[in-house]
């Protein structure tokens, strides 16, 4: 059982919804580093576990309605089955837990947000960390020219596995650089992910002392991406 019979029922929940969804990258691996990372976010600035994993559980369930229907913004579609999902839990969550639940889905993949919530700025981040890393690396691959340039298989197997993933991301890479189409349309989209770095999008300081290295990892790919 997890911390709470909330966060288990949760998961109860949700888990089949995700595992309808054909592109990985916004599968069950991603919903569960997202809460891993919520998790230790949430440690840093003292907010409640329960909430934040339901949160990281739910935000992306309207890329399930994403794929299916070919419908844009799917943090707003995000919203709907999140209510389905709330209205089943017992006990009943207040309304003030709610709210917070369904505002920083709702807000979740805005460009900018300026609202104050915690709880949306724990949730931005730790979405945006996965695409950090060797893993990240993969996810952005596959996300952006939807294909895999190593097997799917191998990549999902090593979500754990730091060192795996950056023998797999390092290949990834090299095939992609050979095709100048690839090349040209995964470099817009590794400046983009820079840019949060470079830029300091991301919300809070502890994201930047808990994933320095994740960091670090995207900015050295992006820097020897031309040779
Ligand atoms: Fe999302
Ligand atoms: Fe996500």
Same mark, same amino acid.
């Given at each position: 059982?997890?911390?709470?019979?909330?966060?288990?029922?949760?998961?109860?929940?949700?888990?089949?919804q995700?595992?309808?969804?054909?592109?990985?990258?916004?599968?069950?691996?991603?919903?569960?580093?997202?809460?891993d990372?919520s998790?230790q976010?949430?440690k840093r600035?003292?907010?409640k576990?329960?909430?934040?994993?339901i949160?990281?559980y739910?935000?992306?369930?309207?890329?399930?309605?994403?794929e299916?229907?070919?419908?844009?913004?799917h943090a707003?579609?995000?919203?709907?089955?999140?209510?389905?999902?709330?209205?089943?839990?017992?006990?009943?969550?207040?309304?003030?837990?709610?709210?917070?639940?369904?505002?920083?889905?709702?807000?979740?993949?805005?460009?900018?947000?300026?609202g104050?919530?915690?709880?949306?700025?724990?949730?931005?981040?730790?979405?945006?960390?996965?695409?950090?890393?060797?893993?990240?690396? =993969?996810?952005?691959? !596959?996300? $952006?020219?939807k294909?895999?340039?190593?097997?799917? /298989?191998? +990549? #999902?197997?090593?979500?754990? @596995?730091?060192k795996?993933?950056?023998?797999?991301?390092e290949?990834?890479?090299?095939?992609?650089?050979?095709?100048?189409?690839?090349?040209?349309?995964?470099?817009?989209?590794?400046?983009?992910?820079?840019?949060?770095?470079?830029?300091? =999008?991301?919300?809070? !300081?502890? $994201?930047?002392?808990l994933?320095?290295?994740?960091? /670090?990892? +995207? #900015?050295?790919?992006?820097? @020897?991406?031309?040779?």
């Amino acid at each position: 059982m997890e911390n709470g019979s909330l966060l288990e029922k949760t998961k109860q929940l949700v888990k089949p919804q995700y595992n309808e969804i054909d592109n990985w990258t916004h599968g069950w691996p991603h919903i569960t580093n997202v809460r891993d990372t919520s998790f230790q976010l949430a440690k840093r600035k003292g907010a409640k576990k329960d909430i934040t994993g339901i949160i990281a559980y739910c935000h992306d369930l309207g890329r399930i309605i994403e794929e299916k229907e070919k419908l844009p913004d799917h943090a707003t579609l995000s919203v709907e089955p999140t209510i389905r999902v709330l209205d089943q839990l017992t006990p009943a969550l207040s309304q003030h837990d709610f709210g917070t639940i369904i505002g920083a889905i709702a807000v979740h993949s805005d460009f900018n947000y300026v609202g104050n919530k915690e709880y949306a700025k724990i949730l931005r981040d730790a979405d945006k960390v996965d695409s950090l890393g060797a893993w990240g690396i =993969l996810r952005s691959i !596959k996300f $952006t020219l939807k294909k895999d340039f190593v097997p799917q /298989e191998e +990549i #999902l197997k090593n979500q754990n @596995n730091p060192k795996a993933l950056e023998e797999l991301a390092e290949k990834s890479i090299f095939i992609l650089k050979k095709q100048p189409k690839s090349k040209e349309k995964y470099r817009l989209n590794l400046n983009k992910i820079s840019e949060w770095i470079e830029k300091e =999008l991301f919300h809070l !300081k502890s $994201t930047y002392n808990l994933f320095s290295d994740k960091m /670090e990892y +995207i #900015l050295n790919v992006k820097k @020897n991406f031309d040779f």
